[in-house]
């Protein structure tokens, strides 16, 4: 089934046009849709085009503005930009593989032309020890039936001593649809296992040297040390429809949608060092125990959540907007070696969104939830109008309170606690708004895409490490964020260009990031060989300003505050090809050519330098038989 001639997909379109970043769309031979189960009434196109193709990201979703630890793929990351994130209830903490993760909101369902099967292959590499995968397959068989299976592998060794990381995602989906479409079934399986070994950094703070042997060379805190994550999930989500509705639910004259979703997840967290350094510089507090260290936590969640969403005004899709409540009963097994104790979780939450062919366009949202001895609660909204020609306005606020996760309110090593702050630390709370404004103008020779966002943070509570142990700050931390984008094309070339400042208007000591950061991106893109291939040839310059960058205790998964370096990170320069014949698409891309010009390797974390010049390429292909 074809959905080029869905009025709201061409609405969405639009909009995304003004809200998003330019995507330089050159067409494909075949348009791919795809939803998610947060909305199955609202389709997205799948990108073709080269934009950004050159950027390696182990994600399933782009991660933007962020570093990894010595900047390989899937291993701890944390954001140089603060972006607020919403909490609440129970969580166990240990999220440095976070954005690596396959979760449920990552699946996507894909409608293609004549429901013909499609396959995503995707793989890039640096050299045989240092490569990534990814494959996604989904056919609809008939139309009740539709299955899609979802892998990614990250296998690398690194450049340092004791750096191997191996991350495998594994997801599989089921999709049942009743003969008149009312009821949709979603069978949901997927895994994710990573093997991590960490070295707790290099002995110095400054590296020179140009040969990866010398790299091996070096010496590291531990040799020993290494972290096991696992994660699997089942989950089988069900809507019914008052109104028959197609795959993807574009076409509809339902009019309201109850859900019922039920999901079991298994986690497993293990840190183990058999042989630690007993002079406590990457354990800190935690007793070093001559037989070893180590951390092991099980959690086990069941979760129930029922929703209801009616449209006012017309179809889920056509209405002037939508109202969805939902409720959710949490129940989390934890076994904190050598404790074992269970939570409750009692959540509800009322969302209101219109649709998106309107001019004014909003969505307000809240949710509580009762925790193990408060309530925690968030509130949410954004509400933007399209002026035409003149633009695209929005603003939004958030406001929350959530409590401190399982790891920062008490910890145990070895079977002895480290800390107990659950009667010691308050909620967090977080206080976050801004406005932006979007101008787009297309014209023949040339276009002009612009941006400016401001926004404010305040953090009340604010959890943060040092390297022997968390606090809670006792002033609130404040962060202005100006954010700016301009993307220009005369004729064939194009020069894309992104500035943040973001200075820590309150609490320095508290939150360590950047003050300036910047990226440019100058590219030429034009079809060659008789308009058969596209290709894009460019220069990414990044730059940010010196601030002391955190260092990472892998005993506690967390990055935390550090004094005694400061991370001047050297304006990296890369330059990149990348070509696109059908649905086959391909990059070469030489990574910081600026170390030829400074000759040292500068860090993403205390202690953690990015490896030396290299070169990546990658390839992705799109089938559709």
Known sequence: MALTGVSNLQAQQKIASRENKKVKITGDTTQVYYTHLSNPTEPKLVDSSLYEFEEVDATWDGGKWYLSLTGLLASPSFDLVYQPKLKGGFRVGLNQFDRYQLKRDDIKYYQIKDNRPYTDLYYSQINQQNN???????????????????????????????????????GVTLRYLSNNSKYHGYFNFFTNAIKHENNGGVLQDTIVGLGTDFLATMNVNSSTAATQYN???????????????????????????????????????????????????????????????????????????????????GSLTSAPFWVKGYVRHSWHVVHQEPITFDVHNITGGLIVQNNPQFKLKYRLEGRLTWAERQLDFFGKGRAGYDLGPL????????????????????????????????????QVQEINFGGSYTY???????????????????????????????????????????????????????????????????????????????????YFQSYIFKRSMLAKVGVLFYYNTAYKADGYAPLTGAFYNQNNFVASIDPRLDVYASFRIWQFRFFARAENLSYFIYQRNYATAYRHPVTNFVVRFGVSWRLFD
Request: glycine letters at 4%; zero cysteines; hydrophobic letters at 35%.
């Open 231 to 313: 994660l699997t999930e089942v989950s089988y989500t069900q809507f019914l429809y008052n109104n028959k509705t197609d795959s993807l639910g574009a076409k509809t004259k339902a009019s309201n949608e109850w859900s019922h979703r039920i999901t079991y997840q298994f986690n497993r967290y293990k840190f183990f060092d058999n042989l630690p350094p007993t002079n406590g510089a990457i354990y800190g507090l935690a007793n070093v125990n001559p037989r070893g260290v180590r951390q092991f936590i099980r959690h086990q969640l069941l979760e129930n959540e029922l929703s209801f969403r009616q449209a006012i005004g």
């Open 132 to 170: 990534f995968i990814k494959a996604e397959f989904a056919h609809k068989f008939n139309d009740n039936i539709y299955l899609a299976l979802q892998y990614s592998l990250s296998n690398q060794t690194g450049y340092f001593n004791h750096q191997r990381l191996r991350n495998q995602n594994v």
């Open 391 to 426: 633009g695209y306005l929005q603003g939004s606020a958030l406001f929350q309170r959530y409590q401190p996760s399982l790891i920062d309110r008490q910890l145990y090593v070895s079977w002895d606690q480290v800390w107990d702050n659950n009667l010691l630390f308050k």
């Open 440 to 522: 787009k103008l297309n014209q023949k020779t040339w276009d002009l895409y612009v941006k400016g966002e401001v926004l404010n943070h305040t953090l009340t509570n604010w959890v943060y490490y040092d390297s022997s142990q968390v606090h809670q700050a006792t002033t609130s931390v404040n962060i202005l964020q100006v954010k700016a984008q301009a993307n220009l094309r005369i004729w064939k070339l194009n020069l894309d260009n992104q500035v943040i400042w973001q200075p820590v208007l309150a609490g320095q000591e508290y939150v360590r990031v950047p003050e300036l950061l910047l990226k440019h991106n100058l």
